[in-house]
């Protein structure tokens, strides 16, 4: 075990304290396989009328404390309200976040895994999301250790209006952004990384892109910079998150039901 990676949480309990949250929080727990003790969950939730269907995904590199934690804090505060349908995945790696490790105890790198499908956890991923709709948006949260300030990806095929700008200008005004022209070896402007994700052109791919192949339009990598306290990486995400769902959905969290069943139409910048 790598004591600086190690994850300040035991995965079943965490997926455990993700159940307990979504349930009281009006959502369907779905199991989808259990991998060395640990289930794999899956949450959604409906509410009637039409609303914008947001897909959220953390858990995958067991490196990567902040984001299955930072998912876990939103969840508990409601931040899934109303607002949207959503469809939850939090925690996929648990043989990782055992051991402190990007990949799983079989040394798989599951966020390259999902063209392959070499490993149980991504193929248990993909039964499940065969069986959902289109999302109108994506979200996967992640780490990055080399990073010196929150950045993201933005896959944008249908240059649909982008959220990339609103969430990085949120984060800019309590927290770094990393600036770099190059971050992970890819061209960089301003924290936000549009790379080509011509999923012919890849021959592993990620989530994100297994996501732009058959589930949505608009998806989002969030990274935030491991070096910095666990507290501050949580309250980036926690921001990040909060204005992109305020953007779609055209509401800020806490907006009253009634209100929200009066919207005629979704709002036009969510249409696949
Ligand atoms: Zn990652």
Not at 164 to 183: C, F, N, T, W
Not at 193 to 201: C, G, K, N
């Amino acid at each position: 075990m790598n004591a600086v990676k190690a994850a300040p949480f035991v995965p079943e309990e965490l997926v455990e304290r993700f159940a307990v949250a979504g349930r009281r929080q009006g959502f369907r727990v779905e199991p989808l396989r259990e991998i060395d003790g640990c289930p794999l969950i899956a949450l959604t939730k409906r509410t009637p009328g039409p609303r914008p269907k947001i897909y959220l995904s953390s858990g995958l590199h067991g490196d990567e404390p902040a984001a299955p934690l930072g998912l876990l804090q939103m969840l508990e505060e409601g931040l899934f309200d109303h607002r949207a349908v959503w469809f939850i995945v939090p925690m996929l790696n648990p043989t990782g976040y055992r051991r402190g490790t990007r990949e799983n105890l079989a040394g798989v790198d599951l966020n390259r895994d999902y063209r392959h499908r070499q490993s149980a956890e991504v193929r248990a991923h993909i039964e499940w999301l065969q069986r959902q709709p289109l999302f109108d948006a994506a979200f996967c949260l992640h780490e990055d250790w080399e990073s010196v300030g929150f950045y993201l990806y933005e896959l944008n095929p249908s240059r649909r209006s982008s959220l990339a700008e609103p969430m990085i200008e949120a984060v800019r005004g309590h927290h770094p952004i990393d600036l770099s022209e190059l971050i992970d070896g890819r061209p960089a402007a301003g924290g936000i990384l549009r790379p080509d994700a011509d999923p012919v052109t890849r021959e592993l791919w990620p989530e994100a892109i297994y996501l732009r192949s058959h589930h949505t339009t608009l998806s989002y990598t969030l990274e935030t910079p491991s070096a910095f306290p666990i507290e501050q990486r949580i309250a980036i995400q926690r921001i990040a998150i909060g204005t992109a769902l305020e953007k779609l959905t055209g509401k800020p969290n806490g907006s009253p039901l009634d209100s929200a069943n009066q919207t005629a139409s979704t709002p036009t910048n969510v249409s696949i």
